[in-house]
């Protein structure tokens, strides 16, 4: 199994800022992998990171609006850029092990 | 493309059966998952099955996957008031590096 910490676990952001996620796993993985549950929805997955290259972006997710970093194979962040109230979402971080795949416990972002 | 689709919402009594489906398109899924998403909390992996299985069962769940009609139900027995929570269907192609394809989510809703 993996234990994934993301931070913050919510926060509440003025439009126009960048906030930027945090996710730590206890072992070392190849990909991470960054989604999004907007209200009442279901998940939808933003990008792929992998260490040492750049992320793949799903359809209809660019890197300017949601840069992603992969400095090593434990940790990532994802920055949510120039944020409207749209952004308002829950942020979850996952990894694949040996086809089991875990996810952080999110991150509440509520932007006003 | 993927599409991942559940009926929105189920209540049952506590103590009886719940049976929680989920129909996909796509057959060339390897993994087929199943989370539960209680209120506020992250993703809590219950249990998946691989494409070649017809059955798993883990203490009160039991998975049946139809490959043919590419459908994937989760029974709870015995259900409990703690198990009203969202539950999510996903599915995976290692193909696909891994990523999954989530489902729209059943909302589970045990009254006494």
């Known amino acids: 199994s993996a234990v994934i910490s993301q931070k913050p676990s919510r926060d509440i952001c003025q439009r126009g800022t960048s906030l930027t996620i945090q996710c730590q796993v206890d072992s070392q993985v190849t990909m991470m992998f960054w989604y999004r549950q907007q209200p009442g929805q279901s998940l939808t997955l933003i990008a792929t990171a992998n260490q040492g290259s750049e992320a793949t972006y799903e359809s209809g997710f660019v890197i300017d609006k949601f840069p992603i970093s992969r400095p090593n194979l434990t940790f990532s962040t994802l920055t949510v850029s120039n944020m409207s109230p749209e952004d308002s979402s829950i942020y979850l971080c996952?990894?694949?092990?040996?086809?089991?795949?875990?996810f952080g416990q999110g991150t509440r972002l509520t932007v006003v | 493309g993927e599409d991942v689709e559940q009926s929105l919402f189920l209540s049952v009594r506590e103590g009886d059966s719940s049976v929680i489906n989920c129909t996909y398109t796509?057959?060339?899924?390897?993994?087929l998952y199943w989370y539960k998403q209680e209120p506020g909390a992250g993703l809590q992996l219950l249990t998946y099955i691989f494409s070649n299985m017809d059955m798993k069962q883990d203490q009160r769940l039991t998975v049946l996957l139809n490959k043919k009609d590419k459908h994937l139900s989760l029974r709870i027995a015995d259900t409990q008031t703690g198990d009203s929570a969202i539950y999510f269907c996903?599915?995976?192609?290692?193909?696909?590096?891994?990523?999954?394809?989530f489902g729209t989510g059943t909302r589970l809703q045990v009254t006494l």
């Open positions: 996952s990894v694949v092990i040996n086809t089991e795949a875990f």
């Open positions: 996903a599915e995976m192609h290692t193909g696909t590096a891994s990523k999954l394809t």
């Open positions: 796509d057959s060339s899924s390897t993994y």
